[in-house]
């Protein structure tokens, strides 16, 4: 039986659902009202910005490095542009699978991957890393065709830096690397994350490392205006990158070749300097290493080898090796004694070859002695003996208060970090230096063996050239340095550097004639004849021969019977012209014996390629063609 609904009952339901749906509707319509207003009113400047931020993109123009030019404008360090094929490890799901696909089109090799590996451990997650640096154009390709492949892999057009010079010079120059957690812990530190946004090196070594503000100049951003899909659309604005500032340099690279190429196969250290300013011509570290081998991060095997080589290639030798300056020390010792009287020119003293002291027995090293020796000769034929006795009646005490004028147990101040202090005993200095009190007492014999270069006195070879530049000049201090100026890329325009610190010491001129004639007696008729006999130029100079252990009471030194490491270091040093000197210069051979046998030669080619350059006195001066004067 079919039931009938009243008319009047169905339209009263319908009404009333009606009003239910209209009601939900407007409580629907309410809610979205106030969800607009949340959004569009309330939070309207918050979300206008992450919106903007969707839009707009801030993408960093990093800056082009300065340069490192040589004093003739070579250029040291160079830029040059290559495509890198890098990855976004934060975008990527199977790395491994990846890698051995991208494989297949790009030719990665194990160390590509190990290098990969090790930066990413140094790297934050969202930067992207190289895996293969110096693309050529046809690897570029067979990527651009299949890059859809491969999300969070790109193609980029980078810098390098480059060190055309290799070896030569790479502990001035240091070298750049992949900026770390440690580096960028720094920048943070110094408030210089805006300035390093996209920045991927940073300077880690020589000057590279102590000009990293100058050279790396100031970033540049552009607001580029993107797509939904993250397509850059347009530019809306750009400030542009200042590149880095150029060095100029006081090295002056023929020089540093000639030097490097004397010292090669040794272990050693050449400097060579200008002791009227202070400019640094050559400064040579030997062995040395590539600095292109760090610039995308040195592999495993190559740092081994650097890092354990006894021979030490990584050490700076010129500004962190210490050494006895052996009988180079001696011109310094008859300044002080002509200085504060304890003898004049022609005070003579009787050698036998040896000198007794309480019970012990100094020896010469000539048997027999030098028998009877002025001021001239205990230069010219280095008489241990008269250093001695001098040593004796002058006492610690004078010899420490003189040195320091000269720089000796101070760093010099040169502009690279590392250089080391060396050591000028004292009483104070063995106070500080020992615990035992027995071993804190200065014993008068100690005397002896400083003032022949010997005991506790160890210097760098930058503070003995230094020094010896000081002594040439008559008192001259000036402050050794590597940047003399900076240059604008853009412009050229060159700003000089101002000299620092250069004052000049209360010495009598006619004390000073005195060392510097016996000094060129050294290579007229003493210790380094041989070595420089005919030469055009005119020099002063001292041979050195420091030991590198204590012989015994009565001990006698072969040589033959020694082992290589354990075999004396061979110093020489030198200043030309004698009247008005240009260049002054220290060489060190490691276990390399006598000085006029190892180290001289290193300063006659030295001194040789400088005169070849440089005006001699009445003579031209040789100009390489090419070459800016």
């Not at 920045?199 to 790396?216: A, F, S």
């Not at 880095?244 to 400097?271: F, M, P, T």
């Not at 202070?278 to 040395?288: E, F, K, N, Q, Y």
């Not at 190559?302 to 962190?320: I, V």
Request: aromatic residues 10%; proline residues 6%.
């Amino acid at each position: 039986m079919t039931e009938f609904k009243h008319p009047e009952q169905t339209l009263k339901e319908f009404r009333l659902r009606l009003l239910i749906g209209a009601a939900a509707v407007f409580l629907f319509f309410l809610v979205l009202l106030g969800r607009l207003t949340w959004l569009q009113v309330i939070n309207y400047d918050k979300y206008q910005s992450k919106a903007e931020d969707n839009r707009i993109t801030i993408v960093p123009l990093v800056p082009n490095r300065g340069l490192i030019l040589d004093r003739n404008r070579t250029v040291l360090t160079d830029n040059y542009s290559a495509y890198t094929l890098e990855i976004t490890p934060s975008r990527v799901n199977h790395l491994d699978k990846l890698l051995d696909d991208l494989s297949k089109i790009v030719e990665i090799t194990p160390l590509d991957k190990r290098r990969f590996k090790k930066l990413r451990f140094e790297s934050k997650r969202f930067e992207s890393i190289p895996i293969r640096t110096r693309l050529t154009d046809q690897e570029v390709a067979r990527f651009a065709v299949q890059s859809y492949r491969f999300p969070g892999v790109e193609i980029r057009a980078r810098l390098f830096r480059q060190y055309p010079f290799g070896e030569d010079a790479a502990h001035v120059l240091g070298y750049i690397g992949r900026i770390s957690e440690r580096d960028q812990n720094a920048i943070d530190d110094s408030d210089q994350s805006d300035n390093y946004r996209g920045t991927v090196y940073i300077g880690k070594d020589g000057l590279e490392k102590r000009y990293e503000t100058e050279l790396h100049g100031k970033t540049g951003f552009e607001e580029v205006e993107t797509s939904a899909a993250g397509r850059a659309v347009r530019v809306l604005s750009r400030s542009p990158a200042i590149p880095g500032k150029n060095l100029i340099l006081s090295l002056d690279i023929r020089l540093q070749e000639v030097a490097e190429k004397a010292l090669e196969g040794k272990r050693g250290a050449v400097v060579a300097l200008d002791p009227n300013t202070g400019d640094i011509l050559a400064m040579v570290s030997r062995p040395s290493f590539d600095p292109n081998l760090f610039v995308e991060g040195i592999d495993s095997e190559n740092w081994k080898a650097l890092n354990e080589s006894p021979d030490k290639p990584l050490l700076n030798r010129p500004l962190a090796g210490t050494y006895p300056p052996g009988s180079t020390f001696k011109p310094f010792m008859a300044l002080a004694a002509l200085e504060k009287g304890f003898r004049t020119p022609s005070y003579a003293i009787h050698d036998p070859g040896y000198f007794d002291f309480g019970e012990r027995r100094f020896r010469d090293d000539k048997p027999g002695g030098h028998g009877l020796v002025d001021m001239y000769r205990s230069i010219s034929e280095s008489c241990d003996t008269y250093y001695y006795m001098l040593g004796s009646e002058m006492g610690i005490d004078v010899i420490s208060d003189f040195m320091p004028q000269f720089g000796f147990g101070q760093k010099t101040g040169v502009d690279l970090d590392g250089e080391r202090t060396g050591t000028l005993p004292s009483r104070a200095w063995k106070a500080r230096q020992f615990k035992r009190p027995e071993a804190q007492r200065w014993y008068s014999g100690e005397t002896i063996s400083v003032a022949i270069g010997q005991g506790y006195n160890h210097y760098t070879p930058i503070q003995v050239a230094h020094a010896v530049g000081v002594l040439a000049t008559g008192g001259l201090v000036a402050k050794p340095r590597l940047v003399t100026a900076y240059q604008n890329p853009v412009t050229g325009e060159i700003t000089p550097k101002p000299l620092e610190d250069m004052h000049q010491l209360n010495l009598n001129p006619k004390n000073v004639a005195v060392i510097k004639n016996a000094m060129q007696g050294v290579v007229l008729d003493g210790t380094a004849k041989a070595v420089f006999a005919g030469v055009p130029y005119t020099l002063g100079g001292k041979t050195g021969t420091a030991q590198v252990f204590s012989l015994k009471e009565g001990e006698k030194y072969k040589a033959s019977e020694v082992a290589d490491r354990l075999k004396d270091h061979g110093w020489f040093v030198a200043f030309s012209p004698v009247d008005k000197p240009q260049i002054a210069i220290a060489v060190i051979v490691e276990n390399g014996g006598f000085g006029a046998q190892a180290a001289a030669p290193v300063v006659k080619a030295t001194l040789d390629e400088y005169w070849k350059i440089h005006p001699i006195p009445g003579q031209p001066a040789a100009n390489p063609q090419g070459v800016n004067q």
